[in-house]
């Protein structure tokens, strides 16, 4: 399956939902944490389980034809797609 590498550009930025999600914590958002997607999991951040993943509801999921979720533990939609 092909996928087209996320951008982080201010327009995925605005569409980007990952600090509405039950699993983003507070680490994350002291590092401006998003777009995981993009740029991969939030390793400097202890992820114990995910118990929700809003992934599937973001926009930019969507607009890039992504078939995956919890980017932020697993990486970014790239890798996963090129697996």
């Known amino acids: ?7 982080k550009t201010e327009a995925t930025m605005m569409r980007c939902i ?5 699993s983003y914590t507070e680490c994350m958002q002291g590092g401006v ?12 951040c202890a992820l114990m389980e995910i118990e929700e993943c ?6 930019n999921e969507k607009m890039f034809n992504l078939e995956g979720k ?5 990486g970014p939609a790239e890798m996963k797609m090129s697996k």
């Open 18 to 22: 990952c600090n509405a999600c039950p």
């Open 33 to 44: 944490m998003g777009v995981f997607c993009s740029t991969g999991s939030a390793e400097d």
């Open 70 to 74: 919890m980017y932020c533990k697993m």
């Open 1 to 7: 399956m092909n996928s087209m590498k996320v951008p």
């Open 54 to 59: 809003m992934c599937s509801d973001c926009m």
